[in-house]
C-alpha cells in the first residue's frame, strides 16, 4: 500500500489506525510526504520509509482517527466569549453573578459588560432578572447571552439605554420576557435581543482576529482540523476569516454559512454570489447559507407541528416561530442551489424540519438531483413520517449528540411540553437506519466543542456515564461508537465537501489526523469522553501536540 520509496517525513507506527475508509478498516502504520498519505498498512511495510530525517512517532497501541470536523460551531463568537465575560464554567445562579461581579471589578474601563454562558435551568423559570445583575454591575450596561445564544440578560442600565419599557411592543422575531405589569424582567428572548444589541460597541478588526486565533486554537487542541462556520455575517466572523486566511494564518479547513436574514428576501442572494467570490481564499470557503427556521424549544420558539401543552397535560395554543416564510423559502431554496449554495437548516422542533425538507423538495423539483448537500441542524424533534425523506431528497442530518441525554434543560424544560412527542427527539439510530448521512457537530460555543465528550452521549445517550448509573434517553436511538466517529469524520467531511481530500485515512488524502491517548475502541478502558487528543496534525504539520505525543 505504499506509493513512493523515498523517505517519507512522518511515520506514525505500532497504533490502532481507525482509517475510517468504506470498509472501517484498521492499519497500525501511516506513513505523510508532501502534505499527503503516502502508506498506511502494517508496521514492517511501512519501515522502509523511514529515513535519517523523518519524524517517527511510536504509537503504543493508541488510536489514530482522521482530523475531527465540526459540522456546525461558532469558533468566532466562541474566541470572543473566551476575551471577554465568559460564565460558562460558573455554577448556579450565585457562582455566575460572582463571576460577572469579578469580571466587572477588573474591567473597570469596558463601557459595556458584554459576555456569555449562562445556563437556564439555573435561574427560576429559565428567565434571568436584571436586578440580580444590577446587584453586580450597576454603573454600566451588561449583555451577556445564554449559551444557547437564543436569548440575552440585561441588567437596568442597558434597558434605559435602549429605551425599552413597558409599553416597547415585542418584534416579530422575538419576544420580551416581562412581569405582570409588562415592565421588562431581563432577559430578552430571539429577535428581542436586537434592541439592546443594537448599542453594543462594535468589536474591533483586532478583536475579531484575536477571538478566532483563540478559537481555532482551541479547535485543534480537540483534534478538530476542519469546521463549518454556522453562522457567518460579514463582522465579526467573515471579517476575522478574512484576515487569517489572507495573512496564511487560517490552519483549519472552514466552510462558511452565510447568515439568512429574515427581513428580508431574494434580494441578499445576489449578495451571497459577491461575497462567496470575495471572500472565499486559502482554506476559507463561503459555500453555504444559513437558513434559522425556527428558535428553541426551551423558550417556546420552536416551530412545532402541534402545540406545546401547558406542562402539566393540557395544551396551549402556541406552535412556536417558524422564522423564516415557507412560500418564500420555496423559490429561493431552490434558486440557492441553482447557484451552488449548500441549504443550511437550524430546526429544533418538527414543523421547522418538515419545513426544511419541504425546501430541498421543491429545489429537487425545480433543478432536479444536484451537489449542494443540504443539511438540517439540531434536529431535535422529527415527525416519524420525516426520517425516511433525510435519505429520499439526499439531505444530511447534522447532528449535535450532547444534548441527546436527559438533564434539567430536558427533564424540566421541555419534556413536560412536549407530551408523547418527548421519544421524537434525536432520533440518530433511526436516520442511520433509514440510510441518512449522518454528520456530527457541537454548536460551541452553545455546548463543549469536545468532539469526544459528544460522541460519548451519542453512543451512551447520558449526560456524563463516569458520574455513574443514569438513565439514559431513549436507548433505541444509541449509536454504535464507530458510527459516531464516522459522523464526525467521514460524515462531516461530506457535508463539509472536503471528502475528496479529508474524513478518512487513505492513500493520496490529505494527512489531516489526530492521535488520541489511547485505544479508543478498548472499551474496557473508561469513558470515551475521558479519552483526550495528544497530537492534531493537518496535511502532515503540527497544529497541537501535547508533550504525551514523544513520550
Ligand atoms: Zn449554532
Not at 145 to 173: F, I, Q, Y
Request: glycine content about 10%.
Amino acid at each position: 500500500m505504499t506509493t513512493t520509496d523515498t523517505p517519507a517525513e512522518l511515520v506514525l507506527t505500532g497504533g490502532r489506525i481507525a482509517t475510517m475508509d468504506a470498509a472501517h478498516s484498521w492499519a497500525s502504520a501511516l506513513a505523510v510526504g508532501g502534505g499527503r498519505i503516502v502508506a498506511v498498512g502494517p508496521d514492517a511495510a511501512l519501515s522502509p520509509l523511514i529515513g535519517p530525517s523523518t519524524r517517527v512517532i511510536g504509537l503504543r497501541g493508541r488510536t489514530v482517527t482522521p482530523g475531527f470536523q465540526d459540522a456546525h460551531v461558532h469558533p468566532v463568537h466562541g474566541g470572543l466569549t473566551m476575551l471577554r465575560c465568559d460564565v460558562h464554567e460558573a455554577r448556579g445562579r450565585d457562582g455566575v453573578l460572582a463571576t460577572i461581579a469579578d469580571y466587572a471589578r477588573s474591567h473597570p474601563d469596558e463601557a459595556w459588560i458584554r459576555g456569555g454562558g449562562w445556563y437556564m435551568a439555573d435561574f427560576e423559570g429559565g428567565t434571568p432578572r436584571r436586578e440580580d445583575l444590577d446587584r453586580v454591575v450597576a454603573d454600566r450596561p451588561a449583555f451577556l447571552t445564554n449559551r444557547d445564544g437564543h436569548g440575552a440578560w440585561v441588567n437596568s442600565k442597558a434597558l434605559e439605554l435602549a429605551g425599552v419599557t413597558a409599553t416597547t411592543a415585542d418584534p416579530a422575531d422575538g419576544r420580551i420576557e416581562r412581569d405582570p405589569d409588562g415592565s421588562p424582567n431581563g432577559t430578552l428572548h430571539e429577535g428581542a435581543m436586537d434592541l439592546v444589541a443594537q448599542f453594543l460597541p462594535d468589536d474591533t478588526p483586532d478583536e475579531m482576529a484575536e477571538a478566532l486565533r483563540l478559537g481555532q486554537r482551541y479547535l485543534h487542541s480537540l483534534g478538530i482540523t476542519a469546521w463549518q462556520d454556522a453562522i457567518v455575517h460579514p463582522q465579526p466572523e467573515e471579517a476575522a476569516y478574512v484576515a487569517l486566511a489572507s495573512r496564511g494564518e487560517l490552519t483549519g479547513r472552514v466552510i462558511g454559512a452565510m447568515w439568512w436574514e429574515r427581513s428580508r428576501g431574494a434580494e441578499q442572494i445576489d449578495e451571497f454570489v459577491e461575497r462567496r467570490k470575495a471572500t472565499s481564499m486559502g482554506r476559507y470557503q463561503a459555500t453555504s447559507v444559513k437558513l434559522m427556521m425556527d428558535g428553541v424549544l426551551e423558550n417556546f420558539t420552536g416551530a412545532m407541528l402541534d402545540p406545546y401543552g401547558d406542562g402539566h397535560g393540557g395544551a396551549t395554543d402556541n406552535r412556536g416561530l417558524l422564522q423564516i416564510d415557507p412560500d418564500g423559502l420555496s423559490t429561493w431554496v431552490p434558486r440557492l442551489d441553482s447557484l451552488g449554495f449548500q441549504p443550511h437548516f437550524h430546526a429544533i422542533g418538527d414543523r421547522a424540519v418538515r419545513a426544511s425538507l419541504d425546501a430541498v423538495e421543491a429545489a429537487r423539483r425545480a433543478n432536479g438531483p444536484s451537489d449542494t448537500r443540504p443539511h438540517v441542524a439540531h434536529i431535535q424533534v422529527i415527525h416519524p413520517d420525516d426520517i425516511a425523506r433525510f435519505r429520499t431528497l439526499d439531505v444530511a442530518a447534522n447532528a449535535q449528540p450532547y444534548w441527546a441525554c436527559h438533564e434539567d434543560q430536558m427533564d424540566v424544560l421541555t419534556i413536560p411540553f412536549l407530551g408523547d412527542r418527548w421519544e421524537w427527539q434525536y432520533p440518530f439510530r433511526s436516520l442511520r437506519a433509514a440510510g441518512a448521512v449522518i454528520a456530527m457537530g457541537s454548536d460551541w460555543s452553545v455546548s463543549t466543542p469536545n468532539p469526544l465528550l459528544e460522541m460519548e452521549v451519542a453512543v451512551e445517550r447520558v449526560a456524563d456515564v463516569s458520574r455513574g448509573e443514569a438513565e439514559p434517553l431513549l436507548p433505541d436511538e444509541r449509536l454504535d461508537l464507530v458510527d459516531a466517529l464516522a459522523a464526525f469524520t467521514s460524515g462531516s467531511a461530506y457535508v463539509n465537501h472536503l471528502d475528496d481530500e479529508t474524513g478518512t485515512l487513505e492513500v493520496g488524502k490529505l494527512a489531516d489526523l489526530a492521535v488520541l491517548d489511547r485505544d479508543l475502541f478498548d472499551r474496557g478502558a473508561g469513558a470515551i469522553g475521558q479519552v483526550t487528543v495528544i497530537g492534531t496534525f493537518i496535511e502532515g504539520v503540527p497544529v497541537f501536540e501535547d508533550p504525551a505525543l514523544d513520550g
